[in-house]
């Protein structure tokens, strides 16, 4: 099992820039986590895969946030990070957490992200 934990949502306004954490653990060893990626839910809205770090050091990015959005993991403290900046109204929505390990697929509880003037 692995348990994802959110945090770092919160109200910015336009042009803004907030950094969302996800804090991972897990019986077993960490590492054997895969990919880990952030997704976004905005209301009336599918939800949508934003940013992929995988195991192999890789990133991908949607190309409506390629520029603005970085994100980057920390092995050693289980955590993967989304650095979001030049925020726009646009990017509102409820982002989470997903990691992929042994083929099963982890999902955190999601941080609300309002871009709002």
């Known amino acids: 099992q692995v348990q994802l934990v959110e945090s770092g949502g919160g109200l910015v306004q336009p042009g803004g820039s907030l950094r969302l954490s996800c804090a991972a653990s897990?019986?077993?060893?960490?590492?054997?986590?895969?990919?880990m990626c952030w997704y976004r839910q905005a209301p009336g809205k599918q939800r949508e895969l934003v940013a992929t770090f995988t195991s192999g050091g890789s990133t991908n990015y949607a190309y409506s946030v390629k520029g603005r959005f970085t994100i980057s993991r920390d092995n050693a403290k289980n955590t993967v990070y989304l650095q979001m900046n030049s925020l726009r109204p646009e990017d509102t929505a409820v982002y989470y957490c997903?990691?992929?390990?042994?083929?099963?697929?982890?999902w955190g509880q999601g941080t609300q992200v309002t871009v709002s003037s």
């Open positions: 997903y990691a992929d390990r042994w083929g099963l697929d982890y």
């Open positions: 897990a019986s077993g060893s960490i590492f054997s986590i895969n990919t």
